[in-house]
């Protein structure tokens, strides 16, 4: 809602609006020029034309009964998107994973190359500084949700998927219902489009697809096959690629794990399509910082790391894991709240097999978003942790007493690892204010004459 609303307001819309959130997402939004109240009543739609709604809002909420009442439209989201998108020549981002770095990413090779994309981001893209932005070129890129069948409203030229794996099974209730609607999502694009799907994700490679189809990966017969990667020690990686016509390159990224180098090859295959020429993609490669939430460092200093991760699917979660074992040598302590009652019983074996490469693991209870029921038999963290075959995994009975087992863990040569869509977030922060705080500390103890080598990087003396 927050990039629609962006975008909106960059169109040269007056846009105003209300939210049951936080105090500090309304000030950050009235920040960015929206009238935004807190709370929902019926006047605040007093002077709408047109009303547009997340899909977590009920029917039953007084501003779309008003609406509806004084015969306001009323949109959805994913309907406003899609409005948004069949004035331009749409890219649409979709897959279990990946979407929100990918969908920056495209977007940000775009702009390199001179492109001036509009994006309608899932996440805060650190290049673009906000979830979207409005640009003066054709093309619009989008984050494409499969949750509640949304991007069944979006009709792009072009896709990427990244995987199709089960998921949302609270709201599709099996996975072939999962598969149909990505191949529905697919048979919705431009009768001249094509797809860009991730070779690896055995449900992807062998779904039905009726558009053309370029194929990226490890696999052997992959169009644009990864063949090697390499993770720098602190961050970043280096990886080669077999392009369609035969020709290997080697690529820069500053992002961490082999996921994100799959996304990045992604990102090449569907910008070569669009004429975007190599030395942009490189550069652009080079540069991306990626998207707050996705192996995002929030504090670094005094030898000890603390990333924060929106990752909350096993896959997702081994693959973050499995990024900080590649980038860090010491300790990992994997900090987790699981997402939702009806995803950690329906994934429970997944989960309980994802944090094999962590040292250490705690769980937070599980996170349980409103509006989000279950019918599924009460599971708890402490359920998991008993079924879990890692020899150092505990449960912790409160948010806060997941942060006080965190915190306990910062020492030097520690990476911790904080996972979870939910509000686990919070609890990376107070951890990184207390490396902070630990390492301003540790300063002022030093001895006045202490000095720092010549032969150590600014990054290094920064800390």
């Not at 999962?178 to 919705?188: C, S, W």
């Not at 295959?269 to 990626?290: K, N």
Request: charged residues 20%; negative net charge.
């Amino acid at each position: 809602m927050r990039s629609l609303a962006a975008l909106l307001l960059a169109m040269g819309r007056r846009v105003s609006g209300s939210d049951s959130g936080a105090p500090s997402e309304i000030e950050a939004l009235r920040g960015m020029g929206i009238d935004a109240r807190h709370g929902h009543r019926a006047e605040h739609i007093d002077g709408a034309d047109l009303v547009v709604a997340s899909a977590a809002v009920p029917a039953d909420n007084p501003e779309l009964v008003a609406a509806r009442e004084r015969g306001i439209p009323v949109l959805s989201h994913a309907q406003a998107l899609g409005a948004l998108m069949a004035a331009r020549d749409g890219i649409g981002v979709a897959g279990t994973h990946g979407k929100s770095t990918t969908t920056a990413l495209v977007a940000h090779v775009l702009e390199t190359a001179g492109l001036h994309p509009t994006l309608a981001g899932g996440a805060h893209a650190l290049d673009f500084d906000g979830f979207a932005r409005l640009g003066n070129g054709p093309h619009l890129v989008a984050e494409a949700d499969e949750y509640g069948r949304r991007f069944l409203e979006l009709h792009p030229r072009a896709a990427i998927i990244t995987g199709v794996e089960p998921d949302h099974l609270d709201y599709y209730g099996s996975f072939d219902a999962v598969r149909l609607a990505f191949q529905q999502f697919l048979d919705g694009m431009a009768a001249d489009g094509f797809v860009v799907t991730c070779e690896d994700e055995p449900h992807l490679s062998r779904l039905p697809l009726a558009r053309r189809r370029i194929r990226y990966g490890w696999a052997g017969h992959a169009d644009w096959r990864l063949e090697r990667f390499q993770a720098r020690p602190g961050g970043g990686a280096t990886f080669a690629v077999r392009r369609p016509d035969g020709e290997h390159r080697t690529f820069d990224m500053l992002l961490s794990g082999r996921h994100h180098a799959a996304n990045a090859v992604a990102a090449l295959a569907l910008t070569r399509e669009l004429g975007v020429p190599e030395s942009a993609a490189r550069a652009a490669l080079a540069t991306f910082q990626g998207t707050r939430r996705r192996f995002e460092t929030v504090a670094q200093a005094g030898g000890i790391w603390v990333v924060d991760d929106y990752a909350h699917h096993p896959t997702a979660v081994a693959a973050n894991i499995s990024a900080a074992r590649d980038v860090h040598c010491g300790r990992i302590v994997a900090l987790f709240q699981p997402h939702t009652i009806h995803r950690t019983l329906v994934l429970l074996d997944e989960l309980r097999a994802s944090f094999t490469d962590a040292d250490r693991v705690i769980l937070a209870p599980i996170y349980q978003p409103t509006g989000r029921s279950s019918d599924v038999p009460p599971i708890t963290s402490e359920a998991v942790v008993a079924g879990m075959a890692h020899p150092d995994a505990e449960a912790a009975p409160s948010l806060d007493a997941a942060y006080a087992l965190a915190r306990s863990e910062l020492q030097s040569g520690t990476l911790v690892l904080v996972l979870g869509a939910g509000d686990i977030t919070a609890v990376a922060r107070r951890l990184a204010a207390d490396v902070r705080q630990m390492t301003a500390a540790s300063e002022q103890t030093l001895p006045a004459s202490v000095a720092v080598p010549a032969h150590r990087s600014a990054a290094e003396a920064a800390l």
